[in-house]
C-alpha cells in the first residue's frame, strides 16, 4: 500500500494561521509588533529567494520587518556593528544572518554576535547548549519543523525507535537532541547514524521513524526501510532544471521506491521545507513575547 503523504505546506500553513490570529492578539492587547531583521551578504541566488521568502511570510504574519542588503565585500568589523545596532534596537526582536557568508568573513564570529534573546535561528551556542539541557528559548528551525510535522500529523514519537541519518550541527544533532528529551513530542529512543556508521541499513530497517538529513540524494532506498515506518526527508538536491527554468529537486530518499513501504512520508519539494521559514516566524513570535515579558 502506498505511504500517506505528509504535507509540509498544508502543516505549515495552518501553523501559519495561528501565528497570524497569534500577531493580531499581541497588537490588540499589548501593542506589541514582532520584528525580525534578515541580513544578506552578497547576492547568492539561493540565499536571495530565502530571504526574500522569509521577509514576505513576516509581512504576511504583519511583521514590523527589515531586510538589510550587504555588498559581498563588506569588511567583518562593518556586519558586527550592524548587528550590534540590531541587538540593541527594541523594535527587532530576531536577527537573522543568511547563511553561508563569503570566505573572508568569520561565520562563527558573526552568529556568536547576535544577542541569544534575538537569536531566532537557534544557532548561538548558549541556545545549542540549554537545547541540550532541554532548556532551550529557541529551537534551531529545520529541526523544530520536523517534530511539528510529525506531532501534528499524529505519529507518535513517545517511546519511538528514531533513527537520524546525518550529524550537521543545524539538522541531525539538535533533532536528535530534541526527540531524545523527555517532553512532549519526544522522549523517543534515538540512534544518530553518518558516514563513519557500519552497515547504515541494519540501523534504519530498525527506524519507526527515520530522519533523513544526509545531504545525498536518494541515499535510503526500500530495502532499507521498515514496513509502515514514518520517513522524514530533509534533503534538498538541485538535480537539473525544469523546462521552466526551475530548480528540478530531490531529496535524499527514493521516494518512489519507498512510499510503498513506508506507512508516512514527506515529499520533496513540499515536506520539510515549508516548516522551516514558517518556524522561523514561530521563533520570532516567541522573541517579541519574551522580550514584552508575556511568556
Ligand atoms: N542558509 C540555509 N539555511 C539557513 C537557515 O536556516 N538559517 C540561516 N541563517 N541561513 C541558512
Redesign the pocket.
Known sequence: MSARIISGLETAARIREELKEEVRVLKEQHGLVPGLVTIIVGKNPA?VS?VTAKQKTAKELGFYSVQEDVAEDVPEEDLLAMIEKYNEDPSIHGI?????LPGHINESQVLYAIRPDKDV?G?HPVNIGKLLIGEAHFY???PLGIQQLLVRNGIEVNGAEVVVVGRSN?VGKPIAMMLVQKAKGANATVTMCHTGTRDLGSHTRRADILIVAAGKPKAITADMVKEGATVIDVGVNRIGMTPEGKARLCGDVDFEGVKEKAGAITPVPGGVGPM?ITMLMLNTVRAAKLAGKII
Open positions: 540565499s530565502y537573522l544572518v543568511q547563511l553561508p535561528d544557532f534551531p528551525c529545520t543545524i522551516t
